[in-house]
């Protein structure tokens, strides 16, 4: 056989078992995933690997690469509180009602808030009718970037909006002008979500 067509095929091998390290569970992407193979394998999950940590410095890399998404008038008012110690953790758990033993392995728990008065404003004045609606559109697009970003790194999320904004004000020291929007589970799946039907196109676009 001609030792080229060997040394081809050989090198061929090598670039796709490279390209992705998975497991049963998922708890591996590829070093380079696709921005589809992001989306496709995203999932909310609600059971989480004890044994699996996440660290300060990952956390950081995480939330750094959320600041790039789009904010009116680059006005960024989304700000995110981050429970990482055991204490912290034990008492964001006590606060998102039903969700508690779905993210109670999580090794962490980020709580996302907007400022109010920012986003849908200009010089101090409301702009349109939806106000500080653009503030929690905002914030809606930080967590996309955040839980996209996450899933590209390895990582798991689930999106709770049950949660007890007062209690969580008091212990991270929210500002009363920030409204506390969501409490985001970050960890590694302990087992492969399924994936919920999603609607037929045409319910969702109109094309004029």
Partial sequence: MNKNYVFGAFMALL???????GNSNGNATSANPSFDDVITSR???????????ISEAEVRDLIKAVQDAPSW???????????????KLAAVQDMVGGNKER??????????????GKSGFFQGEQSNEVGDGWGAYDNGLSNCYL????????????IMGMRDADKLRELFSIPENETVMAVISLGYRAEEP????????DEIVKIF
């Fill in 43 to 53: 999932r909310s999950v609600r059971k989480y690997d004890a044994s699996k940590k």
């Fill in 73 to 87: 008038a680059n006005q960024q008012p989304t700000k995110y509180y981050v429970a990482i110690s055991p204490e």
């Fill in 103 to 116: 993210i109670k392995d999580a090794p962490v728990l980020i709580v996302s808030t907007y400022e109010r």
């Fill in 147 to 158: 839980i996209l970003k996450a899933r590209a790194m390895g990582f798991d999320t689930l």
């Fill in 194 to 201: 399924n994936r919920p039907e999603r609607k037929n196109l």
């Fill in 15 to 21: 670039s796709l078992s490279s390209c992705y390290n």
